[in-house]
């Protein structure tokens, strides 16, 4: 079968592999959706994943059809339409007990796709463990929105959640590209009063208030700690997600808070980001109170698996949210995912995220 | 001046009594609008209060004027247009350290109108603490929301934040009446899926949809437990808030969720809901699972304080929640408070909630 | 092989088996110490499991030598001593990615010895999912101590790790069976001030004192509740662990606490215990201050797991505790599990725990 | 009256000051005994409070005597013996509200020794909200003991327990000054495992066994980043306590723990720290796992009041922990406090924590 690989850093090809066969707990999936993700990007062109000479299938974002199960499956069968999140984790394994099922195994070893086994960018691909991996996708739901469960959304609603929110706090959320407009939304669900939403492209602030952005920061017009300290009489916001940005932003962070406050990262600081601040976050001493502050940090990569997956269906079920407004540029067939994926290198202005479907 | 009263158990009346003055940390207030409450019927008639024959003043869910501040209050001043909460504690007091000022100094000792001091159905009434104890009402911010602010919203807001809802998570609230649709609200602000609302007047059926309620579960069709556990597959929700009902609604709430979820409760269990059932609220052995099936359960009095207003106040002005909206019965003049108190101990099948304007 | 089984509800025998095989990722274990539990009395003789007229060996408490592993096991090998938690869920089900591993696939589904297949009882026993069930014996620690972490360890803990013990806490344990002196030495563990230990027993009395209890409430010597007002000035302790007594012990749990406090149960509500008071657990009304006093109740089955055993066995390594007191008769030859059986079935006055060693 | 003040940056001076009058809410203590801090160090030779001009008298661990109490102080009352925190905040503020009364009307605010007025090295010296703030010496404690309550145990247990310890976790304390011994003795009263302790001074290492450390890391024999990931197979520990060092150190709490982990700050990072490392702390950017790691920092000034005071009364009369022993000099008369001062700031070798006795 056909497959969209890394073949070696900074190249992707076309490759021919076996399709997979399914062991006892596994299923095979068929997509009929995918999208590439920056995290792809991370992987070919940054050095994100060491494959040490490895040859992979690129992808991580995907939903599809059920093509065969192992032995032990009991939740899924052949013709199932499901949802198959970016972390399918190893539920065993010493971490998940600890509540920290993305670092199974080792340090985001819950996220399996390209970096231990083939990702989705194929005509067939493997999911471990499927009855704790997969979530049906109910008919009524659209592709759009299923497709953007696996990944945008589960991480930018977890950048909200462990932003600790409480009713009426005021947050911030620096970058809305896909994630950050997810990290709004996240906000909006966990009962934020203003949400400051810091970007400056404007289908991206056009989605970012039907999100539930009350505020728009923009870069371009100044200096965000500024703009918003000034917004908030001086005191700063309860709560940031920062879902975008480099070593600077980072700190600027820590500047537009309150004490008590939380700094929730859910940006992958890969190299392209620090390069010019040293290969360290900064956390401004005198912002943070010389150590005093009680401004908690907090980052980690997104949740997984299938019960996550139910809880965002779940969502956007009950009308609380559309995720498909995410998708702005759309593309029909397999072969068609290395056009989407050099587009989302190449971010053109008015890109949030492609589809591309597959049938 | 003028005040309304309760003069003995089961009697009310207009007395009249010195206009307080303030000490020097008090703020005394002019009342622009003022709602009873439910709490106001079991003081009066159901015991909730031993006043020890003390003749108090009703009234705990006011708005009003300044009219004048202590020596020591800082952040207000005379002309301030300002939200009164119910709750209006003792800061400094050992449980307010601990984190729960609702009961700084005794039990319930957070609610000082009418239980230590008069309450506000008054021309003018006394607030303890006025910069800790009261918050500003924005010039664009309705009468009818300011004051379900005070009360209704904090109340029900916190039946959902106790519950301790996860994004996705299936919610029952058990009560739409003023509390319980605050709680509906509640539960959406907290990120809840679906949401059932439990109840069958159609006025409050109309705004708990309005509020995020996703499904309508009317106890009239059936029992409450059964037509939940038809909808969940079965498996139950993930947490109910419970806002009304009585002994036998408290064992149905424990019935209807799953191991692993929370039951909070906001309804006062007073004289007349327990006399069936002993003076005991009962947790069924078996869905409890003999002890073993960490179905927590926890409730308390609402939350006051400035700050929680002030958050509130956030909330609406963000545009996220109209509380506005529960006012179905308009009164004007400081003597229509005796006719309102008397339709809320009447409730008719069309109350939700009264105000009564003042000037 | 020989297993000692229950054939009917009441009756218990010893049976003849074949040996258990192991999947690929279980474990069969030979073990060398067993205890019996007072959870093998309810299943046997209180109903506490319905196993439809299977037969299945009982026991949970264990330690053994590994015998074989299943292909795909990777951390263990034949020859290992391992301790065996009572809980071995299956981690991936939905209950355990919501942290409630105990209720993995159905209520309590964690507990799988004799519930779902047969128990450690027996020459031989498996265990489902090796790498994640079983941890290593270190051989410096005793057998005593090892076989207490399987279940009254983990059990006794939870029961202090629910009740959300903050440092100084004043904490009452109800009940100093095995079960509860663990809950006491759990509450030194985090951090608790005075520690109301209630019991009559003077063997445990003795070892309550050795883990931690400041007080000894004994309830032969007056109303354990007065008892508790009277030496914390009628205040209330800060948290309760339940870990033994019946419903009405169950009422007391709330009126011996303040306002804002946790009452944690670990306590079984066999059929014996709720008879005379209804099937129901009572919150007393008034001391639940009609609802408004924020007493949070919760309780439920043990965790267990791999992990959990790992950071109990560092518990006891680091010199914090010794679990092996509680051992108070010892038996010798795995045919002994009967008399052992029976012994926790008569409760002699001077029983804590029974070990039975086999080899 | 005299007192020991700051009378300009870098220089410390007696002065003669109006014995304070206490207001409606305060007290007036007469001090028993006084330990000078490394924040008095801060404050006078650090930079660590801006008091544009103002001349105050230094010292904020101090117990003593009751000498007068306002007219609305109603648990207190001349004779008494009490503790007074170090952190006596105005439990009104907004911040008191949200749970941080250490940042109480601004950062740092609920410090109000020195920052806000007179200090306690003095013959007299004022409490605000004496009920709030003081807590009663009972007469069998030690003046050791209660000395090294009011800043050193709070603030070394704060930061065990922002720690989030649970039992059985694997902790190192970085830094084993009087602050870093607390923290020791804190992760152990959380229930930790492994407590490694980091430091090379021999009193200090003695303590830090005796208060529960079970591994010394000295930082003269190596690498301590190494040391631990050595000692721990190479994961890391579940959680750090920064009770001293550098920027660098920073970075290497971060290095040091594993995925899920917290680091947990309680160093004061004054100027002398942060010079040689730029104006920032440092997030290794690799270790944090590109913002992926879900690694925890949190950091901030100890609580205090009265609540806290007691609790920590508690521990000390439950037996649990004797902080007397962090007293290594002693000295007796006021005027001592100036010697108590300088060796504070010349840190001999063998110096954990000096006391000065008055009468």
Redesign the interface.
Known sequence: MKGFAMTAPNKVEWIEKEKPKAG?KDAIIKPTALAPCSSDIHTVWEG?LDLQGEIRILGHEAIGIVDSVGSEVKDFKPGDKVIVPAITPN?????????????ADC??GGYQFTFVRDGSMSEYFLVN?A??NLAIQPDEMSDESALMLTDMVTTG?SGA?NANI?????VAVIGIGPVGLNAVA?A????????FAVGSRPDCINIAKKY?A?DIVNYREGDIVEQILAETNGVGVDAVVLAGGNAETF?QAIQMTK??STIS??????TQN?KNA?????????A??????????????CPG????M??????V????FDPGLLITHRFKGLEKVEDALYLMKDKPRDLIKPMVKID
């Not at 990262?265 to 890969?270: C, D, M, S």
């Not at 079920?317 to 609380?320: I, V």
């Open positions: 006892p994100g539920w065993s394994a010493k971490a998940s007990q600890c509540g920290f099922h993305q670092h340090l985001l463990d009855d704790a609603f959640e409480q009713i009426g706090d005021n996240g909006e669900l966990r009962g934020a009063g203003r949400i539930g009350t700190a004490p008590g990262n859910i940006n992958y600081f890969g620090y040293g290969d360290i976050l900064p956390i401004p001493r005198d943070w109170g010389a150590g005093m502050a009680h401004k908690t940090v907090v980052g980690g990569l698996g299938r019960v996550r139910e809880k965002l269906v779940n969502v079920e009950s009308g609380r």
